[in-house]
C-alpha cells in the first residue's frame, strides 16, 4: 500500500460488509423475509439473498436486510415486509429473486411501492 | 455478501470457556446446512460480559446470546440462521422485552460505557487487518504522515488532555515532548504490556481484540518523537495476545503500513515482540528496559528517565497499552473531542477489569468522573445474594481501598489519590461483608513480598516483616503495639525503597489501616474476625437448634463432630479445622460462626 487513496479503496470495500453489525435500528430500512418452513420451501432464502447481493451492490447501508418465522399466508409466501422510517410497512408477496431488483430500486431508492407485488394486488 | 455475521468472543474468558469449538461446530453445521456462503463467522475480542461467556452475537439481529453450549449450536443453525426464529432461551436475559429484543447497548451493563479504547473488542475480527481498516484503521496514521508535522501531533495529544493508563497518570503529550526534545541518532517507542497486577487484564483484552490499534498509535508516537523502531513488552503467559499481535503486525508490514517508507512519506517504522516471564516488577519502567535489553528485569534509579536514556542508552518514549489505544481516536477526532469526556483534570475513559464480590464480572469501559456506585449497581449488578457491599480495592497491590461510605467517589485519577488509593491500571476488586479487610491486606502484601526484585533492603526485607506482622494479627497473636509498629514500617518502606514496587507496596495495608482500624483491633484486642474469615478466630459451634439428624457428623472431614441420634452434636474444637462444611451443609441453621 503506498497511498491514502488505496486505504480508504479497502476502507469502502470493507464497510459495505461490516455494517450488517452497526447497530442502527431507528432509521434502518427494513426488509424482513418470512423464512418459516412454508417460506423456505417456497423459495424464501433465494429472495433473501438477492436481498442482502442488492443492496450490497447500491451501497444502500442504513438496510437492514432480516428474517422471521412465519408470516402467516403460507400460500401467498415468499412474503417479504418492508418498512421506511415513520412509515407503514408493506407486504409483498410471492416475491422471487428477479422481483427483488425491481423492488429495491423503487421502494428503497426511489420511495415508490410495487403495488402489483403487493399483498393488496394478490388478494 | 453474508446475510448474517455471528460474531463470537475470543477472548481469553470465553476461550476458555470453549468458544474455539463452539466456532467449529458453528462452521461445520452452516456446511451441513449449505449456508457457508450467506452467513459468515467472526472470531472477536472480549465483549466484556465476562461472566456470561461463552457469548456470541447474531447480525442483523443483534440477538445476544450468553452461556452457549455447544449441544445449543444446531437449535441457533436451524432456528435463528434458517428460518430467522430467535432462540430466545439463550438470549441475554436484560435484552429481553415484552416488545422483542432491545439493543445490547440499552441494557444495564453497556449504557453506561463509553468505548473508546475498546471501540472494536467484540466488533471487529482482530487477525483480519482489512476489517480493522474498515471501521477506520490506519486513517490517523495517513492523516498524521500526510498532514500534520511531528510537533503538531504532540501538541494535539498535549491539548487532548490523555495521562497515562500504566498507573502513573503522567500526562502523554509531555512525556512525547520530552522525547522528541532528547537529541539522538535513534531513539525507540516501547509498549508496556506487561500487566501484573493481580486480577486485572485491560490491556491482554485491547491486543486480544484490536491489536492494529496499538500498532498504528506505536507508528504515530514514532513519527512523533522521531523513532523508528518500537518494542511491545508483554507477558509470556498471554499466548493468545501475543499470537494476535504477531499476526497483525505481520499483516501490516505486508500492506506496507510497518516498514520502510510508509505511505512514501519517508518515515519508517517497524515493531517487533519481546516476551516477559511474568514478574511484576518487570513492568516498571526502567526494570522493562532492562529486560529488553536482555539484561536481569531490575530497575534502575531516575533520573535520567527513559525518555533521555532508556532502551540501549537511547531516549525511549513508554506508554501502557491502553494509553496507545486512545491515540488513533484523539487524532481522528481531535482533542477537543477527547477533552469533552471526563473530569477537569482526568480526560476520556478508564478500563476496570470488575472482580470479586459483583455479578457482571468482566470488562468495563467508563468515562473518567462515573460514580463507583454506578460502576457498581448500575454497570456491575450489584453484589451477588443480596450482600452488603463493603470496600473496593483499586490499584492492586499498589493501591488501597475505597470503603462503602465513599462510593459516591467520582473516579479520576486525583480523587482516588486523594481517599489514599490510586487509579493504578485498572483493576477493581469489589468486596462484600464477608471480606476480612485484614485478610485483604495480607493477601496483597502476600504478593508484593513475592515478587520485590530484592534490591533494595527496605522493600526486601521491610515487606516481609510487614507480612509478619500481618499474619501474626490474623492468627490472633497481634498487639496493638503491633499496629503501630506496622503503621511506622510502611512509612519507612515507603520513603526509602527504590522503585514504585516497593513505594506503594504499603499502601493496601495503610488504606485498610485508615478505613477499617476498628477491624485490626478486633483481631488483636477482642480476637476475633467480624468477618469470619481468618480461621484461628473464629469458632463453630452448635446450638439448641441441633435436632441430632447426624448429618454434620457424617460431612465433617475430620471427625470432629460427635453426639448420639436426636441429641444436640458437640464440636471438637481441638479437632475442628474450621472448613466451614458442617454448617453449610446443616439443615436447621443450628451451627453458627462467631
Ligand atoms: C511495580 C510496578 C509495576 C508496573 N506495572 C505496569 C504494568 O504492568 N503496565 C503498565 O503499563 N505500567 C506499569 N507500571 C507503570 C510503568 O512504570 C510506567 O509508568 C508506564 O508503563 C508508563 O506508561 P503510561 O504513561 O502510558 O501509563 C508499573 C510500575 C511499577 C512501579
Ligand atoms: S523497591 Fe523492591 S522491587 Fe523496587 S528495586 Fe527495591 S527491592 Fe526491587
Ligand atoms: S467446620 Fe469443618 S472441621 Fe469443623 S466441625 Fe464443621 S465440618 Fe468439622
Known amino acids: 500500500m503506498k497511498s491514502l487513496a488505496e486505504l480508504a479503496a479497502i476502507r469502502d470495500k470493507m464497510k459495505a460488509q461490516v455494517n450488517i453489525r452497526e447497530e442502527n ?64 410497512k408493506v407486504t409483498y408477496v410471492k416475491m422471487t429473486p428477479e422481483k427483488v431488483a425491481k423492488v429495491v430500486a423503487d421502494h428503497i431508492v426511489n420511495k415508490k411501492v410495487v403495488t402489483e407485488y403487493t399483498i393488496g394486488a394478490a388478494e | 455478501m453474508y446475510r448474517a455475521h455471528i460474531l463470537v468472543c475470543g477472548g481469553t474468558g470465553c476461550t476458555s470457556s470453549g468458544s474455539p469449538a463452539i466456532i467449529d461446530e458453528l462452521n461445520k453445521e452452516l456446511k451441513a446446512q449449505g449456508l457457508e456462503e450467506e452467513v459468515k463467522v467472526v472470531q472477536t475480542g472480549c465483549f466484556g460480559l465476562c461472566a456470561l461467556g461463552p457469548i456470541m452475537i447474531v447480525y442483523p439481529e443483534g440477538a445476544f446470546y450468553s452461556r452457549v453450549e455447544l449441544s445449543d449450536i444446531p437449535e441457533i443453525v436451524s432456528e435463528h440462521i434458517v428460518k430467522g426464529r430467535i432462540v430466545e432461551r439463550l438470549l441475554y436475559s436484560e435484552t429481553v422485552t415484552e416488545a422483542g429484543i432491545k439493543s445490547l447497548n440499552e441494557t444495564d451493563f453497556y449504557k453506561k460505557q463509553l468505548r473508546v479504547a475498546l471501540r472494536n473488542c467484540g466488533v471487529i475480527n482482530p487477525e483480519n487487518i482489512d476489517e480493522y481498516i474498515g471501521f477506520g484503521g490506519y486513517q490517523a496514521l495517513g492523516k498524521v504522515l500526510t498532514e500534520m508535522t511531528p510537533q503538531e501531533v504532540i501538541d494535539v495529544i498535549k491539548e487532548s488532555g490523555l495521562r497515562g493508563r500504566g498507573g502513573g497518570g503522567f500526562p502523554t503529550g509531555l512525556k512525547w515532548q520530552f522525547t522528541a526534545n532528547a537529541e539522538s541518532d535513534q531513539k525507540y517507542v516501547a509498549c508496556n504490556a506487561d500487566e501484573g497486577d493481580p486480577g486485572a487484564f485491560m490491556d491482554r483484552s485491547v491486543l486480544e481484540g484490536d491489536p492494529h490499534a496499538v500498532i498504528e498509535a506505536m507508528a504515530i508516537a514514532g513519527y512523533a518523537v ?81 525518555a533521555v536514556k532508556g532502551l540501549f542508552g537511547k531516549p525511549t518514549l513508554l506508554n501502557n497499552v491502553e494509553t496507545y489505544a486512545n491515540i488513533t481516536q484523539i487524532i481522528l477526532n481531535g482533542p477537543q473531542w477527547f477533552a469533552n469526556m471526563g473530569t477537569e483534570k482526568s480526560k476520556g475513559t478508564k478500563v476496570f477489569a470488575l472482580g470479586g464480590k459483583i455479578k457482571n464480572t468482566g470488562l468495563v469501559e467508563i468515562p473518567m468522573g462515573t460514580t463507583l456506585r454506578e460502576v457498581i449497581y448500575d454497570i456491575g449488578g450489584g453484589i451477588p445474594d443480596g450482600k452488603k457491599f463493603k470496600a473496593a480495592q483499586t490499584g492492586g497491590p499498589s493501591g488501597g481501598c475505597i470503603p462503602a461510605d465513599l462510593i459516591d467517589i467520582k473516579i479520576d485519577y486525583d480523587n482516588l489519590l486523594s481517599i489514599g488509593s490510586m487509579m493504578g491500571s485498572g483493576g477493581l476488586i469489589v468486596m462484600d461483608e464477608e471480606t476480612c479487610m485484614v485478610d485483604i491486606a495480607k493477601f496483597f502484601l502476600e504478593f508484593t513480598v513475592e515478587e520485590s526484585c530484592g534490591k533494595c533492603t527496605p522493600c526486601r526485607v521491610g515487606t516481609k516483616r510487614l507480612l509478619e506482622l500481618l499474619e501474626k494479627v490474623t492468627n490472633g497473636n497481634g498487639t496493638l503495639e503491633d499496629i503501630d509498629k506496622m503503621e511506622a514500617l510502611c512509612h519507612h518502606i515507603k520513603s526509602s525503597s527504590l522503585c514504585g514496587l516497593g513505594q506503594s507496596a504499603p499502601n493496601p495495608v495503610l488504606s485498610t489501616l485508615k478505613y477499617f482500624r476498628d477491624e485490626y483491633v478486633a483481631h488483636v484486642v477482642d480476637k476475633k474476625c467480624p468477618a469470619g474469615v481468618c480461621k484461628n478466630l473464629v469458632q463453630f459451634k452448635i446450638t439448641d437448634k441441633c435436632i441430632g439428624c447426624t448429618l454434620c457428623a457424617r460431612n465433617c472431614p475430620v471427625n470432629a463432630i460427635s453426639g448420639e441420634v436426636k441429641n444436640m452434636h458437640t464440636i471438637d474444637a481441638t479437632k475442628c479445622i474450621k472448613c466451614g462444611v458442617c454448617m453449610d451443609k446443616c439443615k436447621f441453621k443450628a451451627i453458627i460462626k462467631e
Open chain 1, 25 to 88: 435500528t431507528e432509521n434502518a430500512i427494513r426488509v424482513v423475509v418470512g423464512m418459516a418452513t412454508c417460506g423456505i420451501a417456497a423459495g424464501a432464502r433465494p429472495v433473501l439473498n438477492a436481498f442482502v447481493e442488492e443492496t450490497a451492490k447500491r451501497n444502500l447501508d442504513n438496510v437492514m436486510v432480516t428474517q422471521t418465522g412465519c408470516i402467516g399466508v403460507c400460500r401467498l409466501e415468499p412474503i417479504v415486509e418492508i418498512t421506511l422510517p415513520g412509515e407503514e
Open chain 2, 226 to 306: 522521531g523513532a523508528s523502531q518500537g518494542y511491545v513488552y508483554i507477558r509470556a503467559e498471554y499466548p493468545i495476545a501475543v499470537q494476535r499481535l504477531q499476526i497483525a503486525i505481520d499483516q501490516a508490514r505486508e500492506y506496507g503500513l510497518l516498514g520502510k517508507n510508509i505511505f512514501e512519506k519517508g518515515f519508517d517504522f517497524d515493531i517487533e515482540i519481546r516476551l516477559g516471564a511474568g514478574a511484576f516488577v518487570c513492568g516498571e519502567e526502567t526494570a522493562l528496559i532492562t529486560s529488553i535489553e536482555g539484561n536481569r528485569g531490575e530497575p534502575r534509579p531516575r533520573p535520567p528517565f527513559p
